[in-house]
Structures are given as C-alpha cells and as structure tokens.
C-alpha cells in the first residue's frame, strides 16, 4: 500500500499479497478484494489499484488473473468488478462445487468514473476518462473519453478532449 493511502474496514480479503494500492487512495468502507485462485502468494498481485483513486463503500472486486484501476479513477458506492465467470456445465460438478473460471484480464484506465452499482464483467478495458452510468453492466470494451450507460451498457455520449 501507497504512501498516504487510507482503507477502511474489509468485509473479506483472503489474500493480501495478491492486492497493490498505490498512493494517495481513499478506500471507504465494506471493501472486498478477492484473489479467487491464491496458488502462489509470492507473484505479482492480480488487483493493482493506482494512485489518488477514490473509492467508495461496498466496493467489490474478484480477481482470477488480473484487475487493474488505473490512477484518479473514482468509483462510487456498491460497484463490483470480476475477471471470471463460473463454468457451468450440465454434465460436469455441480455449480456451486465447481471450481473452475473462464477469466480475462479486466483493465479500467486513468481518470474514469465507475458509477453507483455499475458491473464491469471479464475481459473489459474501459478507456481514459470514460465514464459508466449507474446501474450498468459492461460486457464490452469502453472507448476513451466515452460516456455508457444500461445493461449491457451502451454508449451515450462523448466526452471532449478539452480541459481533460
């Protein structure tokens, strides 16, 4: 963890080696950064967190193999993001005894806005200042300077490059 960065009360962390915070980040409470595989404790983290971010309470975060939150992104309440999802299979282990993922690296750039319950889904990258609507669910890659919104989110605007 960063130099004058600040978490408040975990709800559920079974791997801290697996989680980098860079500096000046506020992370509010009920937070859950959770590494789903924890074979080796001594590699890279798989949730990398950058510098000056803000993020609010009940943020969820499930990593398989890779998140990243790039630097000044602001994340409001109840957001959840995961680079897995669960195999399920009718001739296979019963869901909830699987333990197998289809996983792909989830990367949110510099300067985004995540909003209120907004879903980010495996595979995404979410592009410099874009911004995701409350309520979304991305499924998709997100342009820079892109503005979606709706389940599964859709653009809905632009940003302008001026004053970013």
């Not at 992104?73 to 957001?79: D, N």
């Not at 009718?90 to 005894?97: C, H, K, M, S, V």
């Not at 980010?120 to 919104?149: E, M, Q, Y």
Request: net charge positive; with cysteine.
């Amino acid at each position: 963890m960063g130099v004058r960065s600040v978490v408040g009360r975990a709800r559920l962390v079974p791997n801290a080696k697996a989680i980098a915070i860079g500096h000046h980040t506020n992370v509010c409470d009920g937070w859950s950064l959770v590494d789903l595989k924890p074979v080796d404790t001594t590699s890279s983290p798989k949730i990398r967190i950058g510098s000056y971010c803000t993020i609010l309470h009940d943020f969820q975060c499930n990593a398989s193999i890779s998140v990243e939150v790039g630097d000044y992104v602001l994340i409001a309440p109840r957001v959840f993001v995961t680079d897995s999802d669960h195999v399920v299979d009718p001739a296979g282990a019963r869901t909830t005894l699987c333990h197998e993922f289809r996983c792909a690296p989830v990367v949110i750039e510099h300067d985004c806005w995540l909003g209120a319950n907004a879903v980010i889904l495996k595979g995404v990258r979410i592009g410099h200042h874009a911004i995701i609507g409350a309520n979304s669910v991305v499924t998709r890659d997100v342009a820079p300077l892109t503005v979606v919104a709706g389940a599964p989110a859709r653009p809905i605007g632009q940003k302008h490059q001026q004053g970013v």
